[in-house]
Structures are given as structure tokens and as C-alpha cells.
């Protein structure tokens, strides 16, 4: 009875260590993205930075871009400025892992959450990284609109001294 009791002992420790603890990347992921849909930011954040931190320091793993972004996304519900320097962070640190659609995609997510100069910010960096990029043109108009809508002059403000306004 004992040596049943330490095989099966064993086969549960193996089994706990060939899944790295039953911390799934992937599966932490979905679940993020999940609550982003139901609007749980909040969710949504610690499901991705769950999924990271099983992840570590692996910036090729198959599933980091996903979580890293979702984190992203998430926090710009949250706190957009945030979302921002760690959108523009990972640009930087990843420059071939990041493109003009990564931009636009935060720089929409951004301006829906109505945090509009972290969006500009976001936005402003894609064009100087990639110039001649339809997309993130439209989405500066698409910024300037909401924020005239909202009444956010701080940022029309900042649209027109990074010279966005005054011209079609």
C-alpha cells in the first residue's frame, strides 16, 4: 500500500512539473481576452499579467506578443497613459516585432477608452516610424473628431502643436 501511495505521490509531482504547474500562457490569454470582451479591464489585466509571468522573461514565446498586447489593451480602459508608455516601451524593445497595425490598433483602442493624448502619442510615434501610412493618417482625424466631440481641447491642443491641424 505504501509503495502505491509514493508511485502515485510521484506521478503527481512529474505530472505537476512536464505542465510547468498548470500555468497555461495560452489558456490565461483567451480568458483575457474574455473579460475584455465583457468589459472587465480590470479582469481582463490580470489574466494577461498572469499570462506573462508565467511566461518570464521568454520574449519568443508564442504566446508573450498576445499577453503583452491584451495587457496593453486592457490598461487602456484603466489608465491610458500607462497603456501608452507600455505600448511605447515594447515598440522600442521590439522593433521588429511591432507594426504600423500594432499602432493603429492601440491608438483606436485609446481613443474608444477616450484617453485621447495618450492615443495621440500612440498614434504620433507609429506615423514617425512608419510615414505614408494611410491607416494611422485617418485614425489622427478620427482623434481629432472624438476629442472635439468630447470637448477635450487639451488635446486638440496637442494635435495642433504637433502640426496634425490646420490642413486636409
Sequence with gaps: ??????????SALLSLAACGGGADPGAMNTEGFKKLD??????????FESSLAAIGNDTEHADYKRARM??????????????AEDFLAYAKAAPGTIQSKDFARIGGIL???KAFKPAISVVDAGIQKFPETPELDALIKSIEVAAKKAGDTSATDELGSLGYLGGD
Aim: a negative charge.
Design 38 to 47: 465583457s468589459q472587465d479591464h480590470a479582469g481582463a489585466l490580470e489574466s
Design 70 to 83: 491584451g495587457a496593453i489593451e486592457a490598461q487602456a480602459y484603466i489608465k491610458g497613459e500607462k497603456a
Design 1 to 10: 500500500m505504501r509503495t502505491l501511495i509514493n508511485a502515485f505521490a510521484l
Design 111 to 113: 481613443t474608444s477608452a
